[in-house]
């Protein structure tokens, strides 16, 4: 898969597969093995590359758009174990869709290391009023999360966690008229990384305070750099194109 800048904005093309994909968090099938990891993510606001390697591939078929994702984690983590929670307070990945490149009425969802996902809907961004609407859910969406490593135990160094989703394009097709992409198609995208920063403390995991106590802000690492915290800025996120 080939990446590169268009006029400051992050572009890949995402190719067609008619191989059969197993959502089980190996992404063993020749498709995956063939298919480029896109640029690796980095600070929010420009610039910074992190240690852990933040990794995505890309792949579509006539019904699905797929994702690999790969983090880099010494130590997997995760609270939240229930669906349409606030995923974003653990670590976790997050996706948001603009199909037709309008910066309004645009998806956004997230998963963390233990599965647990929030979908949500858009109308418009945060600064202009926008309200989300978290009714609206991907029905028929595959997931599967793969851990080298545990699960919330600090006494090991784990390797990394991967993330397998297979999207239906029909859970977009209120913002999109109900087109579904062919080749040559291009949808605005942008991908992040929550990643808080965290001590063990009597064997647990805890965030990390300030000298005074407040909660230290966790990191964003993204795709597309937005050039200040705000992923709700959709005229600044990467364009995907559709290729046979």
Known sequence: ????????????????????????????????????????????????????????????????????????????????????????????????????????????????????????????????GGNFNSNWNINNMEKAIFLSGTLNNSTDIDSFWTIELAIPFSAFDEYSNGTHPCNGTKWKLNLLRVQWNFEIIDGKYVKKTDEKGKLLKSDFWVWSPQKQVNMHIPERWGIVEFKN
């Open 1 to 128: 898969m080939n990446a590169q800048n268009v006029d400051k904005i992050k572009y890949t093309a995402c190719y067609k597969t008619l191989e059969k994909i197993n959502i089980d968090g190996y992404f063993d099938e020749s498709a995956w093995l063939k298919t480029e990891w896109i640029d690796d993510f980095e600070d929010i606001c420009g610039g910074k590359v992190f240690n852990f390697k933040t990794q995505v591939k890309m792949l579509w078929n006539d019904i699905f758009l797929y994702f690999a994702i790969k983090f880099e984690e010494p130590h997997i983590c995760a609270n939240i174990i229930e669906n349409e929670q606030q995923i974003y307070l653990d670590n976790a990945f997050e996706l948001f869709i603009d199909p037709d490149g309008d910066a309004r009425n645009y998806y956004e969802f997230e998963i963390n290391a233990a599965g647990a996902t929030w979908d949500l809907q858009m109308n418009k961004p945060y600064s202009e």
